[in-house]
């Protein structure tokens, strides 16, 4: 007993240490970055970078978390399912602060986009402006469980291309931030988005990211322009090997799980 109440003192300081660095104005932040070139970027490439999104102290505070066992529903170790090797969390309710401040901060500024996406694609489902909104649409079709994650690697590890789709509703776009800094703590590691386009080979395109910048990118497919008008390209993601050192991700996913 004494063993469990220790385990969940431990989880609680770290989850208040990722709140104390939390940077005040977070929000106000991420309102006021140049959404309308991060809307141009991830139409026309399918991803777009926000750099420094999160301070140094903020990535580590948040890396720490990993090894706070009460903090997260479940462990997946990726070699046991054939995902790729290295391992990753998801956390639970409540998230901590800073996930759950930066979940709901960014969704308004995204959802317009997804919506005109949709719309582009002729998809009939329209997503409302506030994510608690959309997360109760999730919940009242099963999808309880909540997708943040954070991801760990190793020297030769890596992540196959895959797409996060946890049940009916899903949310187009999601966001990955480094906690790491390449070079200093890890080497290789590049994220890995391809795009595979109809009656055409698959286009790849590898994203550089420093300690604390995030990317958007689409979490299925999107819209494209084509000379015959808009058609839908499938969007894949994934990690290259890491040669060296450890590496660790925030992934903020905006639907829930069933």
């Given at each position: 007993?004494q ?5 969940s003192?431990?989880a ?9 660095v ?10 006021a970055?140049?959404?309308q ?9 399918g991803?777009a970078i926000?750099?420094?999104l999160?301070?140094p102290?903020?990535c580590s505070?948040l ?6 066992k009460?903090l ?5 170790v990726?070699?046991?399912h ?5 391992e990753?969390q998801y956390f639970?309710y409540?998230?901590p602060e800073l996930?759950g401040?930066l979940r ?11 919506n005109r996406w ?9 997503y409302p402006?506030?994510h608690?909104?959309f997360?109760?649409?999730c919940h009242?079709a099963?999808?309880l469980r909540?997708?943040?994650?954070l991801l760990?690697y190793?020297a ?17 776009l ?5 906690l790491?800094?390449p070079?200093r703590?890890?080497s290789?590691g590049e994220?890995?988005l391809t795009?595979?386009r109809?009656r055409m ?9 420093e300690?604390?910048d995030?990317?958007?990118?689409a979490v ?5 322009q084509g000379?015959?008008g ?5 969007m894949?993601?994934?990690?290259s ?7 660790h ?10």
């Amino acid at each position: 007993m004494q063993l469990i109440q220790q385990d969940s003192t431990m989880a609680a300081t770290a989850a208040n240490k990722v709140s104390e660095v939390a940077t005040r104005g977070l929000a106000d932040g991420i309102d006021a970055l140049d959404w309308q070139r991060l809307s141009d970027e991830l139409g026309g490439h399918g991803h777009a970078i926000i750099p420094s999104l999160l301070q140094p102290k903020q990535c580590s505070a948040l890396a720490d978390l990993y090894a706070s066992k009460d903090l997260f529903r479940s462990r997946v170790v990726m070699s046991r399912h054939g995902f790729g090797r290295g391992e990753y969390q998801y956390f639970k309710y409540p998230l901590p602060e800073l996930v759950g401040s930066l979940r709901r901060a960014l969704y308004p500024h995204l959802a317009p986009i997804a919506n005109r996406w949709n719309e582009l694609l002729r998809i009939d489902v329209r997503y409302p402006s506030e994510h608690q909104e959309f997360i109760a649409r999730c919940h009242e079709a099963g999808q309880l469980r909540p997708t943040p994650l954070l991801l760990q690697y190793e020297a030769g590890d890596y992540n196959c291309l895959h797409q996060d789709l946890y049940g009916e509703h899903v949310f187009p776009l999601q966001v990955a931030v480094l906690l790491s800094q390449p070079g200093r703590d890890f080497s290789g590691g590049e994220l890995v988005l391809t795009e595979q386009r109809p009656r055409m080979q698959s286009r790849a395109e590898v994203v550089p990211l420093e300690q604390g910048d995030a990317v958007v990118f689409a979490v299925h497919h999107r819209p494209v322009q084509g000379t015959r008008g808009i058609y839908r390209v499938n969007m894949r993601h994934g990690v290259s090997r890491l040669r060296s050192g450890h590496r660790h991700t925030l992934g903020v996913i905006f639907h829930d799980a069933t």
